[in-house]
């Protein structure tokens, strides 16, 4: 244990340690053995998280040296990485895409929702292989998180570290956030990074509800419905409808906050999309967790939510 | 099959006296050329709004050439782009329209398959297949096809390197099915010594002597056409001494033109108007 001041790369390490980054997996790729330190008794793998963090800022130069940070495609088809994404979006300029990778919007200059980024980055090459696959088709270098077990096929960039737990996730791209802003010169260098680790961090719709639950007091006046088959007061209704209206949701977030966060299946991803709307305004923490409560709550209608949800993608 | 002879025996009577009338047909689409779409459309033509971001570059006039394009491995997905480079000196010439059959409860279902071979006479070469219902349209769809695969053709010297470029650099060969198409460099006056398929590529890539060797079943046109221009596309695939200096590396025109690209086009305000 270190007793003397650490330097910012040694707690960043400790950070990625205290997340389990560096676990990897029971199988290896052998394109990933240079980057592992050796195999516990149990099967798993050790990283190397020194080499993570070399690739890590190798990643953030490559980020940087995009002049036009729109044109960078941050992707996780995976839930644990969606709020990650988003928030790493918000913080780089990056364009977020949380959920299904529709195929052809690298390739189909016909679809609306066609792209041409230039770079893409993604949390994990087998989940994610779509996006892998058209990006070689389109000249994009990628730059993904890889697990031991990862197919490092198409990928330029790949970053050795745990990409199953959410906590890991989350503190990737925290820190890779972090060195993009540190290079650009946002951040200055050496100074803690005011935003929290666990704003990257992907959270249950149960957990999201009960943070709703602590800070929004007003549920009383809607007389809150405990259940999911119950009656509907006339204020739900109108607030699904307003659900594809996004650049509504904000103006009615105290309102809607009391009443929302009673059914609480919402798919992360509709919270997530909500997020992404409110990413223009500046986000204090208790707003953001406001915004992502009613959508986690309306979501009990949950055909009406999976329909508009998708197509904020 | 026995069944389905005697379940549509009507359909496969009818069918075989079509295919014979088509197949007249065809014969009169190969001499027919670039016929079938007279003046009219003009419109649509001007107004090329360009989707990729290579689309528009080309239609502000940064990119002038085809082979900044090639050095870039650009993919076009806008026959506009070849037209604004190419423009006036892309010739085309349809090479066979194939009729083609798929059975159905109701007889045969008979799709046109038109092979069109676009080039400037100047080292640009491209092919275009394109199946639909009526001819004109597979003509149309072939010759766009066409144009998006337009590839540079490398020329060389047969022996002293006087003039212009005249043959292929080296023997090279492609293959495509059964079909395996040879080019051997020729010396100045030779001519096209090739059969009269891969000859009209040939000379739409600007080839003027080469010896050509062909194996493999060169009736299918299709194949034959192909493996020709597959042997034109290794061209510049084969490393020879003068590609052993180092590649100076330029920056990808996307990376070069970031701020034009940036700003947003019209067609992007017009759909913040409507939503």
Known sequence: MATRVLSQKEQDIQM??????????????????RYVYK??????HIINLGKTWE???????????????????????????????????QYTGAHPIAGRHTPGTFTNQLQTSFSEPRLLILTDPRTDHQPIKE??????????????????????????ANNKGKHSIGCLFWLLARMVLQMRGTIPLGRKWEVMVDLFFYRDPEEAKEQAEEEAPVAPDFGAVPDYGAMVPTDQWTTEQWMPDAAAVPAAVPPVAGVEWTAGQAPVVAADGWDAAAAPLPPPPPPVDGVAAPA?????????????????? | MAERGGGDRGGFGRGFGRGRGDRGRGDRGRGRGR?????????????????????????????TSLEQIYLHSLPVKEHQIIDTLLGGRLKDEVMKIMPVQKQTRAGQRTRFKAFVVVGDTDGHVGLGVKCAKEVATAIRGAIILAKLSVIPVRRGYWGNKIGKP???????????????????????????VAARVPKKVLQFAGIEDVFTSSRGSTKTLGNFVKATFECLMKTYGFLTPD?????????SPFQEYTDLLSKPTKAILIENTES
Request: proline fraction near 7%; include cysteine.
């Open chain 2, 35 to 63: 016929g079938g779409r007279r003046g009219g459309r003009r419109d649509e033509e001007e107004k090329w709004v360009p989707v990729t971001k290579l689309g528009r570059l080309v239609k502000e006039g940064k990119i």
């Open chain 2, 166 to 192: 005249h043959t292929v650099p080296c023997k090279i060969t492609g293959k495509c099915g059964s079909v395996t198409v040879r080019m051997v460099p020729a010396p100045r006056g030779a001519g096209i």
């Open chain 1, 135 to 160: 990006s070689a088709l389109g000249n994009i270098p990628t730059i993904s998180f890889c697990d031991t077990d990862s197919p490092m096929r198409y990928v330029d960039i790949g970053i050795p």
């Open chain 1, 296 to 313: 986690g709550g309306s979501s009990g209608w949950e055909a009406a939510t999976s329909a508009p949800s998708p197509s904020w993608e």
């Open chain 1, 39 to 44: 195999r516990r008794n149990d099967g798993v």
């Open chain 2, 243 to 251: 590609f052993w200096t180092e590649t100076r590396f330029n920056k």
């Open chain 1, 16 to 33: 990625m340690l205290a997340a389990a980054v560096h676990l990897g997996a029971r199988n290896c790729d052998f394109q990933m053995e």
């Open chain 1, 55 to 89: 690739k890590l800022q190798l990643a953030a130069r490559v980020i940087v040296a995009i002049e036009n940070p729109q044109d960078i495609i941050v992707q996780s088809a995976r839930p644990y990485g969606q709020r990650a994404v988003l928030k790493f979006a």
